[in-house]
T-cell receptor, first 117, second 106 residues
């Protein structure tokens, strides 16, 4: 149980286009979902926290107009990288916290590798 | 200075060896996590603990709250254990270590 999926697993796009990444909790309802970014050989960096039905909370330094997050249901959150540029190339990971659990309980998705040309 | 420090950064072991990865933190925490990240990137949560010791198969995690230190032990290591092991703590937010890259050679 407690499986989180991400789609797509990898994406290559041209500079200036927008890319949407989906994060789904497959067998549980997730009140809270988290979006992380990871650069090569570095640790995870929390970008934002999204709660179902409300606006996401962004970490300092993360542009909310650049990284649009929508948590429309208890099983789906989306991250849209708008007008992507090569510096947005990274590994994006989501995690989900089950309803009823504390936020420290997180199940991670497999990640989405984004390459912007 | 990072809130979470791991050592060693890189570790190579022979199959069957006992492995220890250390994690020290400097913030007040409610829980400490050990995560495993495979070469493909996917992350698996191994342990979440706030005191004492937990065991799952060949993996053992311990935490000493007073010393702000945790260790992850792998007994009878196997090549499939090769991965990056990440220590993370939760206080008022998540703090991640930079990971320990483990390679187990057959």
């Amino acid at each position: 149980g407690a499986v989180v999926s991400q789609h797509p697993s990898w994406v290559i796009c041209k500079s200036g286009t927008s890319v949407k990444i989906e994060c789904r909790s497959l067998d549980f309802q997730a009140t809270t979902m988290f979006w992380y970014r990871q650069f090569p050989k570095q640790s995870l960096m929390l970008m934002a926290t999204s709660n179902e039905g409300s606006k996401a909370t962004y970490e300092q330094g993360v542009e909310k107009d650049k990284f649009l997050i929508n948590h429309a249901s208890l099983t789906l959150s989306t991250l849209t990288v708008t007008s992507a540029h090569p510096e947005d190339s990274s590994f994006y990971i989501c995690s989900a916290s089950p309803r009823g659990a504390t936020w420290e309980t997180q199940y991670f998705g497999p990640g989405t590798r984004l390459l912007v040309l | 200075k990072n809130e979470v420090e791991q050592s060693p950064q890189n570790l190579t072991a022979q199959e069957g060896e006992f492995i220890t990865i250390n994690c020290s933190y400097s913030v007040g925490i409610s829980a400490l996590h050990w995560l495993q990240q495979h070469p493909g990137g996917g992350i698996v949560s191994l342990f979440m603990l706030s005191s004492g010791k937990k065991k799952h198969g060949r993996l053992i995690a311990t935490i000493n709250i007073q010393e702000k230190h945790s260790s992850l032990h792998i007994t009878a290591s196997h090549p499939r254990d090769s991965a990056v092991y990440i220590c993370a703590v939760t206080g008022n937010q998540f703090y991640f270590g930079t990971g320990t890259s483990l390679t187990v050679i057959p």
